[in-house]
């Protein structure tokens, strides 16, 4: 492996600084600024959930980015706390700790460096391939979801009102409540919608200074100056602190009880960031491996967990803000992490005049960019099984849960994989008068068959669910053929897989055909597929003769038969 291709496969970061273009580095600065400003109060709120120290979100935001930094190959995906993830941790973490901040922080750390292990094995394992299984519908349903579910949690905060609710519906039915009692903070919500207009103006003029930071110190400008920090929420002074290990006073026992809940973690993180790093790389126009998202995600975690952060996963709320700044690679992210240790050092109490409408307004803002009406639209026209399964992520995201609602998408979309093998578009192929080769019956009712031959065609892999339709096919062709058939030949072609069932089902078959005179052949069936007939012990029954290159050549043999 050449020195550049072993760096893009460990370390696909310092690849991408290799080949950096400096018209990049702008862009990159300047959505590293706009990030910086999301990422504070973002990392503080997602560790009080968890029931940790506020500063263990900082924490757990600067390390992750700068590894990610290294070893992540999505471009654009950020990476830190996550909402999803902090009722998990608080779960496995306070009934341990006994209260006791310390040790609560120690078991999180030991808790994400469980879950990094985990996940870089399945990178070892090449488990990444499961996000294959989230087609585009899947991940258009999920980020239309994503995008409502963040919209409801912001809502509150966007209109001055303390607390959240645990589910989007709940969102709104605090936002709706706070309306008709007069619970709104007026002046908040004055802030967060100058704010949401302060970032929506300037890209709609074209400028180049961006919203969101006109937005956010527009509004610690006008809190510090009018003293409104007493009438409205803000997010609150930054705790001071670099990054450091907090392991201290783990016991071995720890590591067990700690073991299922990082799988569960390691599980949902993935699948989290694996659809959104998908979905960034199919929507701006670069790969990413689904392995190697998984080992750069766990190397994420790993040392966060190490210098006293808590599990991670990507970020749908800031990664739309570092998109929407003009975001071209993960320098973006590193810059931003530099910026949150630098300002943990040097104005940390700066931010006790931010407000948290602003903060709501930013998001807001961002996840708008994850709406995509064009391809429901779109699929509505074109397909009804995958408009379902667009529709079914959309709605099981908004109402059961990330993790959940690209469970039941993927389910779907394997039941309609299985019925769709388990019931494969099946035909008879005639010659067309004046056009070379076989062609489907159906879309040439003209065609003329050739007397004593029947050709079938069977457009699905053989397996256990539908070798007895196969079977049922060829049967129903040679009854509906003029007698006498002499031959038949499968155009196999299309077969891909087969499997012990369906092996036996060709057997009997074959064994019926035989009783009545007639020969089954094959044209076109791939190698591999010969070779498991060999394997599961019928290379016997079905030798050399049996099969043919193309079906003209098995035409051609049956017609020396004829002759003969």
Request: charged share 15%; aromatic share 6%; glycine share 10%.
């Amino acid at each position: 492996m050449g020195q550049r291709k072993w760096i893009d496969k460990f370390f696909p970061g310092i690849g991408v600084v290799l080949r950096y273009d400096r018209s990049w580095l702008r862009s990159d600065l300047v959505a590293a600024a706009a990030l910086f400003t999301l990422l504070i109060p973002a990392g503080m709120a997602y560790a009080a959930a968890a029931g940790l120290p506020p500063v263990t979100g900082l924490y757990a935001t600067i390390v992750p980015l700068l590894a990610y930094a290294v070893f992540g190959p999505s471009r654009l995906l950020v990476i830190g706390p996550d909402s999803s993830l902090a009722p998990m941790i608080a779960a496995a973490v306070l009934p341990l700790a006994l209260e006791d901040q310390e040790r609560a922080v120690a078991l999180a750390g030991l808790l994400a460096v469980l879950t990094g292990l985990i996940l870089v094995a399945g990178r070892a394992l090449k488990l990444g391939f499961v996000t294959g299984l989230l087609s585009k519908p899947i991940r258009s349903g999920y980020l239309n979801g994503i995008a409502l579910v963040v919209f409801a949690s912001q809502l509150p905060k966007l209109m001055g009102v303390s607390g959240s609710g645990a589910s989007t519906w709940e969102n709104f039915e605090r936002a709706a409540g706070a309306l008709t009692d007069g619970g709104v903070n007026g002046t908040a919500l004055a802030i967060g919608l100058a704010s949401l207009a302060a970032i929506a103006v300037p890209k709609l003029l074209g400028w180049k200074l961006p919203g969101i930071l006109i937005a956010v110190a527009g509004s610690m400008i006008a809190t510090a100056a009018l003293g409104l920090a007493s009438e409205v929420p803000v997010v609150g002074a930054l705790p001071q602190g670099l990054p450091g290990p907090a392991l201290s006073g783990l016991r071995p026992a720890d590591i067990l009880a700690l073991i299922a809940p990082a799988a569960g973690i390691a599980l949902i993180a993935f699948a989290d960031t694996g659809v959104l790093s998908r979905t960034l790389a199919d929507r701006y126009g670069y790969r990413v491996d689904g392995s190697q998202e998984m080992g750069a995600l766990g190397m994420a975690n790993l040392s966060a967990g190490l210098l006293g952060g808590f599990p991670i996963s990507g970020s749908t709320s800031r990664t739309p803000v570092s998109i929407d700044a003009g975001a071209r690679t993960q320098l973006a992210g590193f810059v931003a992490a530099l910026l949150v240790a630098g300002f943990m050092l040097l104005a940390p109490g700066l931010t006790a005049y931010l407000p948290q409408s602003t903060l709501a307004a930013v998001v807001i803002a961002a996840v708008a960019s994850l709406v995509d009406i064009r391809t429901l639209v779109r699929l509505a026209r074109m397909s009804r099984t995958e408009t379902v399964l667009l529709i079914a992520a959309f709605l099981g995201v908004v109402f059961v849960g990330v993790l959940q609602g690209i469970a039941i998408a993927v389910g779907l979309a394997l039941l309609a994989f299985v019925r769709q093998a388990w019931s494969p578009y099946r035909t008879e192929l005639v010659k067309v008068q004046d056009v070379p080769g076989f062609h489907d019956v159906d879309r040439h009712p003209e065609g003329e068959r050739i007397p004593g031959l029947v050709i079938a065609r069977f457009d699905a892999p053989l397996f256990f669910a539908n070798s007895a339709l196969f079977s049922d096919h060829i049967r129903t062709l040679v009854e509906e053929a003029p007698p006498p058939v002499r031959m038949v030949i499968v155009a196999a072609e299309p077969i891909t897989g087969l499997d012990t069932s369906a092996t036996d089902t060709l057997v009997e078959l074959d064994k019926q055909l035989e009783r009545e005179g007639i020969d089954l052949v094959f044209a076109e069936m791939k190698g591999p597929i010969k070779d498991r007939l060999v394997k599961f012990g019928v290379g016997s029954r079905f030798g050399p003769d049996h099969f043919f290159p193309t079906t003209n050549n098995a035409v051609k043999a049956y017609r020396g038969i004829v002759d003969d």
